[in-house]
């Protein structure tokens, strides 16, 4: 398959990240769960407060993107797209309500994605095609999660909420450039979750080697061939992280290092963020990024899919006051598994 | 809250959009159409920056229907930078460490869903100001 490159260049104009200010240690559910026996994949996990949702979560990253994209006015948007598993409504679109907060609306064109935790990248690949064809000047994607897991399931360990949002534009105008990107799809049924139910179903280990470790390498060493790049050649590389320890094998199994990955790597503080994991990696390293530095991002969505991107950073970024993610990531404060439940809303008020 | 009144308020709540009077420069939230400064007819749209400051709180723990599960929560009279006083609810701040003059910023949140089937009210609240950049 050909490298994915649009006629005219483009690249990230602006982004924004946004991670809620609680964090559930994976102790505490181990504690309750299994007496404290559980093997905990991660060190904690970002949960939402009770006023938040994919859709107030979006538009906080979303606002951060449109500051650090110095002369973009919010109506200039073209598209206004929200990839997540968790959108508020089973019917009516998050898409709307967030370019409305915006001052997108009302010409644009505003859609909602749906990969597991690819959903984001879809959306972003979408953004490129999109301005690369010249239909629009700018488009935002946005990847986003409040995500589920079943009460005691190895899920509910990981199950975190956060997200990125990213201005897509004409490379002339942007801080960093899209080099090419490629998409690597089959069904491979690792995760999913039915209508109306709702916790998300897996098929245990099998979520591993056919899912996620598959997809992933072949989409990046597609992306390695097409560009004739090599590992050597990134400064940083990004993975989609379930938990701590995927990422860093796999970046390990293409031949990447760990301090390629660390700095992008954010599970240990937040948890999966599903259609966020990776993009908000992302906007970790973009804070960090000096002009020409290179950057690799592969997703992976269960079900199964990855997109691969190859970035390479052009300036130096303007934050206009927007918060950088690790500011995010710091905000914390750490609850029980009562208040937890309470968020949760598991306790009948009525 | 009826749909046709969330929808007729969709600007000012998710944006903060108010008025500015184009005779005295006064800035209106909400939104009037006359300036209750100088009375002088003010329909020009003017969207604040949602900073601001704690002028007076009130911290809830009997809730009225709806806000049941937010208590115990901080409502609060918050001085915007450009001159209007609001209403509104806190987030992401325990009622303890809320202070008059306290720093604040508007964030969009959820404000309350009219039961299982019906719709999200999302709306203007204020937090404590996010660090900026290091």
Same mark, same amino acid.
């Given at each position: ?13 602006g982004?924004g990240?946004y991670?809620?200010?609680?964090? =559930? ?9 299994? /007496? ?15 006023d938040e949702d994919v859709a107030t979560m979006s538009i906080e990253a979303a606002r951060n993107a449109l500051r650090?994209a110095?002369?973009v006015a919010p109506d200039k948007l073209?598209a206004v797209w929200v990839?997540s598993?968790?959108h508020p409504y089973?019917?009516k679109p998050t898409s709307t309500i967030v370019a409305e907060a915006l001052g997108a609306t009302p010409h644009t064109q505003a859609a909602d ?10 959306? =972003? ?15 935002l994607?946005i990847?986003m ?7 005691? /399931? ?9 997200g990125?949002a990213?201005l ?66 990134? !400064? ?16 390990? /199994?293409?031949?990447?290092? !760990? ?6 790597? =954010? ?50 970024? /303007?934050?206009?006051?927007a ?9 914390? =404060? ?17 | 809250?009826?749909? *046709?009144?969330f929808w007729r308020t969709t600007g000012q709540r998710y944006q903060l959009t108010g ?10 939230? &909400?939104? %009037? ?8 007819? *003010?329909?020009?749209p003017?969207t604040f920056s949602g ?10 723990? *009997? ?15 918050? %001085?915007?930078?450009?001159? &209007?006083?609001?209403?509104a609810?806190?987030t ?13 910023e508007m964030v969009t949140r959820v404000l ?7 719709m999200l009210v999302y709306g203007y609240k204020f937090r ?5 950049? %290091?």
């Open positions: 398959m050909a490298l994915m490159k649009p006629v005219r260049s483009v690249g990230i104009v982004y990240a991670v809620p200010r609680y964090r =559930l240690a994976s102790a505490e559910i181990g504690e309750l769960w299994t /007496d404290g026996n559980a093997i905990t994949p991660v060190k904690q996990k970002s949960v939402p407060g009770l650090r110095t002369g073209g990839g598993e968790s089973a019917v994605w749906q990969f597991a935790c690819k959903a984001g990248t879809e959306a =972003l690949q979408a953004a490129i095609g999109f301005v690369g064809s010249g239909m629009s000047d700018y488009a994607a990847g999660d409040a995500a589920q897991g079943r009460p005691g /399931d190895a899920l509910e360990y990981t199950a975190g909420a956060g990125a990213f897509v534009g004409p490379a002339e105008s942007a801080i960093a450039e899209f080099e090419g990107s490629v998409s690597y799809v089959t069904d491979t049924p690792d995760f999913w979750r039915r209508q109306h139910e709702r916790f998300p179903e897996h098929s245990g280990r099998f979520t591993g080697e056919p899912a996620y470790f598959h997809h992933i390498t072949s989409a990046a060493r597609e992306l390695l061939d097409q560009t004739g790049l090599h590992p050597a050649d990134f !400064r940083y590389a990004i993975f989609h992280q379930p938990n701590a320890k995927f990422p860093l094998k796999v970046g390990e /199994d293409l031949g990447f290092t !760990r301090a390629q990955i660390e700095p992008g790597l =954010l599970v240990n503080e937040i948890g999966n963020t599903y259609a966020g994991s990776s993009m908000i990696g992302l906007t970790a390293v973009l804070d960090i990024a000096a002009p020409g530095d290179r950057i690799l991002l592969v997703s992976f969505g269960s079900g199964a899919g990855s997109d691969a991107f190859s970035i390479r950073m052009k300036e130096t970024v /303007d934050h206009h006051g918060p950088a993610t690790r500011d995010y990531v710091r905000r914390s =404060l750490m609850i029980n598994y009562a208040t937890y439940s309470r968020f949760k809303e598991n306790y009948k008020l009525n | 809250m009826e749909v *046709a009144r008025e500015v009077c184009p005779n005295c420069g006064n800035k209106i939230f &909400p939104p %009037r159409d006359v300036c209750p400064a100088c009375e002088h007819e *003010a329909k020009t003017y900073k601001g400051e704690v002028y007076s709180y009130s911290t809830i723990h *009997a809730a009225p229907e709806g806000f049941e599960k937010y208590v115990p929560y901080t409502v609060a009279l918050v %001085r915007l930078e450009e001159g &209007p006083l609001i209403t609810q806190l992401d701040v325990d009622t303890k460490d809320v202070k008059v003059g306290m720093p604040v309350r869903e009219d039961g299982e089937r019906g404590p100001v996010l660090a900026g950049p %290091r």
